[in-house]
């Protein structure tokens, strides 16, 4: 009987100490993975690199490919903000004054100025008055065919001006001499100091030499083909004579512009 007891006693305190091994393993294991979990999370490096750390004699070579493709369409179909700059280029003689434009009518410019076809103001040329007592009598002709700018044709060497007036016609001053047909023109400068006192008597007539105008050719160009010519001889201030001729065949045929 004592024996059983004793037998039961021993199984007690063996469950007992089975217990308490039980509980201590179960505590102690908990405490481990308690501990070394943080230092498990904290090495997150790539098993890859790892095997590549392992294998690293010194040289350390660290290549990083970096591949990133942005690929942004933007399609905005706003007509509001599309911008076209499709201003007009100025129009002179609209009546509005635009880009360099000085002026679209003579008001827009001074007293003494106009506005010309370019828009700009201009110095108001003088009002001219023809001459009642002087008028183109005849003209001479340079005796060959002159060639001027590209063109052949009849040069002009002598002006004869009759005095239609009942005074002597006395002039002293600068001549401004024009010819012009439906394409061409030419105009020619004789200065006063060129051309002297001009004195012509009652119903005489004088010559008028162009070989003193201004420019290197001598003459007055009244161009290359047959029909008329306009001869305008304008003097200092406000005066001119006006004069027209019809020039024929015999004309060219006869400074040889055949």
Not at 63 to 71: E, R, V
Not at 74 to 80: F, G, I, K, R, V
Not at 185 to 211: C, F, H, M, Q
């Given at each position: 009987?004592?024996?059983?007891?004793?037998?039961?006693?021993?199984?007690?305190?063996?469950?007992?100490?089975?217990?308490?091994?039980?509980?201590?393993?179960?505590?102690?294991?908990?405490?481990?993975?308690?501990?070394?979990?943080?230092?498990?999370?904290?090495?997150s490096t790539?098993?890859?690199?790892?095997?590549?750390?392992?294998?690293?004699?010194?040289?350390?070579?660290?290549?990083?490919?970096?591949?990133?493709?942005?690929?942004?369409?933007?399609?905005?179909?706003?007509?509001?903000?599309?911008?076209?700059?499709?201003?007009?280029?100025?129009?002179?003689?609209?009546?509005?004054?635009?880009?360099?434009?000085?002026?679209?009518?003579?008001?827009?410019?001074?007293?003494?100025?106009?506005?010309?076809?370019?828009?700009?103001?201009?110095?108001?040329?003088?009002?001219?008055?023809?001459?009642?007592?002087?008028?183109?009598?005849?003209?001479?002709?340079?005796?060959?065919?002159?060639?001027?700018?590209g063109e052949k044709g009849?040069?002009?060497?002598?002006?004869?001006?009759?005095?239609?007036?009942?005074?002597?016609?006395?002039?002293?001053?600068?001549?401004?001499?024009?010819?012009?047909?439906?394409?061409?023109?030419?105009?020619?400068?004789?200065?006063?100091?060129?051309?002297?006192?001009?004195?012509?008597?009652?119903?005489?007539?004088?010559?008028?030499?162009?070989?003193?105008?201004?420019?290197?050719?001598?003459?007055?160009?009244?161009?290359?083909?047959?029909?008329?010519?306009?001869?305008?001889?304008?003097?200092?201030?406000?005066?001119?004579?006006?004069?027209?001729?019809?020039?024929?065949?015999?004309?060219?045929?006869?400074?040889?512009?055949?």
């Amino acid at each position: 009987m004592d024996r059983d007891k004793v037998i039961a006693g021993v199984l007690v305190v063996s469950l007992i100490f089975l217990f308490v091994a039980l509980i201590g393993v179960v505590g102690l294991t908990g405490l481990v993975l308690y501990v070394t979990a943080p230092a498990a999370t904290a090495d997150s490096t790539p098993i890859i690199n790892a095997i590549d750390n392992t294998t690293n004699t010194g040289t350390n070579t660290n290549t990083n490919i970096n591949t990133n493709t942005n690929t942004n369409t933007n399609t905005n179909n706003d007509s509001d903000n599309t911008t076209t700059n499709n201003d007009p280029d100025p129009v002179c003689g609209n009546g509005v004054l635009e880009g360099d434009e000085v002026c679209e009518a003579d008001s827009d410019c001074g007293s003494n100025e106009v506005c010309n076809a370019s828009c700009a103001c201009e110095t108001k040329p003088p009002t001219l008055s023809v001459l009642d007592d002087l008028e183109v009598d005849s003209l001479n002709f340079v005796p060959i065919c002159i060639e001027f700018d590209g063109e052949k044709g009849i040069g002009v060497s002598q002006i004869i001006l009759k005095n239609t007036g009942s005074d002597i016609f006395d002039y002293s001053g600068g001549l401004t001499i024009t010819s012009e047909t439906d394409s061409e023109i030419d105009r020619v400068l004789i200065a006063g100091t060129k051309l002297g006192d001009l004195s012509i008597k009652k119903d005489a007539t004088e010559w008028l030499y162009l070989n003193k105008t201004t420019r290197t050719e001598k003459f007055l160009y009244i161009g290359s083909s047959t029909g008329d010519v306009t001869i305008k001889i304008q003097f200092s201030g406000d005066r001119y004579i006006e004069y027209t001729k019809n020039l024929r065949s015999q004309d060219f045929a006869t400074v040889h512009c055949e």
